[in-house]
Every structure is written in structure tokens, then in C-alpha cells.
């Protein structure tokens, strides 16, 4: 299984490298008031990728935070109910 996980890492690696090769065109990348980025097109796709992904991380950490603490609290409300059933037992 580890054999089949490292071909498919290759691959993708072997494809993505591929891609970066044949889209080394310049690009220039308007913004307001007349500034302007200019980059190859692999660099620029990349840095919106990582962008876009670490604003999709920052979005789910409140989610994240929220649940946590939700855990934490049942775990607590669980102790507090089997120390409650130890000490009376029925």
C-alpha cells in the first residue's frame, strides 16, 4: 500500500511539473490604480492557489475552535455524570 501511495505522489509530481514547464509564459496581472504584477503564469497560479487555500484554512478555524470546545465540554459533562453515578449507585 505504501509502494502505490509513493507511484501516485510521483505522478502527480511528474504532471504537475509538466504543467509548470509548458506555462512558463510571462503574465501580467492588472491591479487598481495602474499597478501591475508581471510573472510567470505557474507562479502566479500558485501563489492564487496558496492564497486561496490558506484563506480556506483560516475559514474553517472558527469551525474548528467552536467544535473543540463543544468536545471539551461534553467530555467534562460525562465525568461530572459518571462520578455522579459512582458515588450513588443504583
Avoid at 505522489?9 to 506555462?23: E, R, T, Y
Avoid at 492564487?48 to 475552535?65: H, N, T
Amino acid at each position: 500500500m505504501r509502494y502505490i501511495g509513493w507511484v501516485l505522489q510521483m505522478l502527480l509530481f511528474i504532471v504537475l511539473l509538466g504543467f509548470a514547464l509548458k506555462n512558463g509564459q510571462p503574465v501580467t496581472l492588472h491591479y487598481f490604480f495602474g499597478y501591475e504584477w508581471q510573472s510567470s503564469l505557474v507562479v502566479a497560479l500558485l501563489l492564487f492557489f496558496a492564497v486561496g487555500a490558506g484563506l480556506g484554512v483560516l475559514a474553517s478555524l472558527g469551525i474548528w475552535f467552536r467544535q473543540r470546545r463543544e468536545i471539551a465540554r461534553m467530555r467534562r459533562e460525562i465525568a461530572d455524570l459518571k462520578k455522579h453515578l459512582d458515588i450513588h449507585p443504583e
